[in-house]
T-cell receptor, first 116, second 112 residues
Framework: AQSVTQLDSQVPVFEEAPVELRCNYS??????LFWYVQYPNQGLQLLLK????STLVESINGFEAEFNKSQTSFHLRKPSVHISDTAEYFC??????????????WGLGTSLAVNP | NAGVTQTPKFRVLKTGQSMTLLCAQD?????MYWYRQDPGMGLRLIHY???????AKGEVPDGYNVSRLKKQNFLLGLESAAPSQTSVYFC???????????FGQGTRLTVV
């Protein structure tokens, strides 16, 4: 069965420090990979995605994630965080192939708290 | 472009009351989903639809019903609300090709 594990439920960090939010997945088939962000009292927004091609993907606000097939990981990183990055971050995978009905498999989320 | 719109945004129900949550998307997506979000439990899939006129159960379907009479709308019903259904409900739609989901802003439901 497929699963997604976000290894840290909470990550406190100081402003301008680097951060890494870890995501591992388990799947017997190829996957598409996503990171979503949820700001307080809002819905989820796509942050970045890996579909194919380069294993390093970037978002417009400085986050990046690298797909590591051998380690089945898709960790999210940012070299210098801002207060405004405080949010809940969700990792999700979509196993390819028929029969999945495009149901994303979600991690439980990582709460990133950026402190001044 | 409105994307995915949920109504209402907030609601308080008494135990035993019924209500319907409406989700509308204007992206012509085939796939639509209802999730609930509870602290520490992430997103849990309630029901989903792979096209107009179809529905299927997700992880936590008990106590909920859904209908997809029109492609753009996906309704979630609670027939007899219980305090355990206090949650934030999210609707999402997907283009189906890669599974990227687009979310509404959520409905915060409290059952007292």
């Amino acid at each position: 069965a497929q699963s997604v594990t976000q290894l840290d439920s909470q990550v406190p960090v100081f402003e301008e420090a680097p951060v890494e939010l870890r995501c591992n997945y388990s799947s017997s088939v190829s996957v598409y990979l996503f990171w979503y962000v949820q700001y307080p009292n809002q819905g989820l927004q796509l942050l970045l995605k890996y579909l194919s091609g380069s294993t390093l993907v970037e978002s417009i606000n400085g986050f990046e994630a690298e797909f590591n097939k051998s380690q089945t990981s898709f960790h999210l990183r940012k070299p210098s965080v801002h207060i405004s990055d405080t949010a809940e971050y969700f990792c999700a995978v979509n196993p390819t192939g028929a029969g999945n009905n495009r149901k994303l498999i979600w991690g439980l989320g990582t709460s990133l708290a950026v402190n001044p | 472009n409105a994307g995915v719109t949920q109504t209402p945004k907030f609601r308080v129900l008494k135990t035993g009351q019924s209500m319907t949550l409406l989700c509308a998307q204007d992206m012509n997506h085939e796939y639509m989903y209802w999730y609930r979000q509870d602290p520490g439990m992430g997103l849990r899939l309630i029901h989903y639809s792979v096209g107009e006129g179809t529905t299927a159960k997700g992880e936590v379907p008990d106590g909920y019903n859904v209908s997809r009479l029109k492609k753009q709308n996906f309704l979630l019903g609670l027939e007899s609300a219980a305090p355990s259904q206090t949650s934030v409900y999210f609707c999402a739609s997907s283009d189906g090709d890669r599974g990227q989901a687009f979310f509404g802003q959520g409905t915060r439901l409290t059952v007292v």
